[in-house]
Nanobody, 115 residues
Framework: QVQLVESGGGLVQPGGSLRLSCAASRSIFSRYVMGWYRQAPGKQRELVTTISPGGSSNYADSVKGRFTISRDNAKNTVYLQMNSLQPEDTAVYYC?????????WGQGTQVTVSS
């Protein structure tokens, strides 16, 4: 079973940046759609961005132009670069690997945007 481990969360001031990492326990990017999701207190988990095995990506409207997903195949790691962070970006951020039949989630990493 593949394991995903997120890191890079923390406290940042509005307008700041963070880069999250999601390390997979083995090479999976050729078969799995990798994605970042987030869940704010009292809200449902929502899609932030995904990247397909072919490298195409899509973003939620709320993060377009501010967040960028990327991956390093040699390191089995997916990244989420987050710029111009705002308080409404505060949430637990989760990494997910998905095929048609399988979803694998990481444990999540907390991002708090506050002055």
């Amino acid at each position: 079973q593949v394991q995903l481990v997120e890191s890079g969360g923390g406290l940042v001031q509005p307008g700041g940046s963070l880069r999250l990492s999601c390390a997979a326990s083995r090479s999976i990017f050729s078969r799995y759609v990798m994605g970042w999701y987030r869940q704010a207190p009292g809200k449902q988990r929502e899609l932030v961005t995904t990247i397909s095995p072919g490298g195409s990506s899509n973003y939620a409207d709320s993060v377009k132009g501010r967040f960028t997903i990327s991956r390093d195949n040699a390191k089995n790691t997916v990244y989420l670069q987050m710029n111009s962070l705002q308080p409404e970006d505060t949430a637990v951020y989760y990494c997910r690997a998905a095929t048609i039949t399988t979803y694998i989630w990481g444990q999540g990493t907390q991002v708090t945007v506050s002055s």
